[in-house]
């Protein structure tokens, strides 16, 4: 007998219905990839469609084995005692960190500090030549991201208003910029985007709506959208997911 794969369509044991009619569909590629599924109806009618088959299913949940900063537990604590609810998803956190981890010796901006829960996801990716600058106007949540964060070298916390920071800092070149607050997203988005790098990624979050919008923000949301699609600088991608995250690059002009 010939050792060779016999690639011969083979009858699958799942059976539908086409107009009522019993159907058998057949297999007709390889075992384990996507199969093209031809089914045919006693009725005469040809259907098709594309299909996994059943063992060959993979179960990924984006929730799971997410290995968090080892402070974060202790920063959600934190935040939950002073009723602050305008952290990053974890999701988001995990992608930050992945971007965090494709730029070594990197300079970072985060604006909108909060407790530090996107600060320790940021400096769980980030190397130890890399720098991260985090501002907020509330002093009372980023003394919870210092009480946690501020041993790490790597992280400069400033306490005062973004748009300003932005304007002191505007001779600064950085790598990624995270936008979690008002300057440099919904103003100021000119000179957040100036102070990219060439190369350099623009990351903002809650895109979809959420619950604690005031009245009118997703016209404001949509339109933000729309001046960052027409950009000619920018190439960017908008994932339906978490909170509604945008990743922009900057190109070279």
Request: with cysteine; glycine share 6%.
């Amino acid at each position: 007998m010939s050792a060779e794969r016999d690639n011969r369509p083979k009858r699958i044991a799942t059976r539908t219905r086409v107009n009522s009619a019993p159907v058998s569909l057949l297999d007709c590629k390889r075992e384990g990839a996507l199969c093209s599924i031809r089914a045919t109806s006693g009725l005469g009618g040809i259907i098709s469609c594309w299909a996994l088959r059943s063992f060959n299913k993979v179960d990924m949940n984006d929730q799971e084995n997410l290995n968090p900063p080892a402070t974060l537990k202790q920063i959600q604590q934190e935040s939950e005692s002073l009723g602050f609810r305008m952290s990053s998803d974890l999701l988001t956190g995990s992608l930050l960190r992945t971007l965090a981890a494709t730029k070594p010796a990197c300079q970072f901006l985060e604006l909108g500090t909060g407790t530090g829960i996107a600060t320790a996801w940021l400096l769980d990716g980030m190397d130890q030549d890399s720098q991260l600058v985090t501002v907020d106007n509330d002093d009372s949540v980023v003394s919870v991201a210092r009480e946690y964060l501020g041993h790490d070298r790597r992280v400069a916390f400033y306490v005062e208003d973004s748009g300003l920071l932005l304007e002191r800092f505007r001779n600064q070149q950085f790598d990624l910029i995270f936008a979690d607050t008002w300057p440099g997203k919904y103003s100021h988005l000119e000179q957040a985007l100036e102070s990219l790098k060439v190369g350099g990624l623009y990351v903002i979050d809650d895109m979809l709506p959420q619950p604690n919008w005031p009245e009118g923000h997703a016209s404001k949301a949509s339109q933000l959208i729309s001046v960052l699609e027409s950009r000619s600088n920018l190439m960017i991608t908008k994932m339906n997911w978490s909170t509604g995250v945008i990743v922009a690059a900057r190109l070279k002009e």
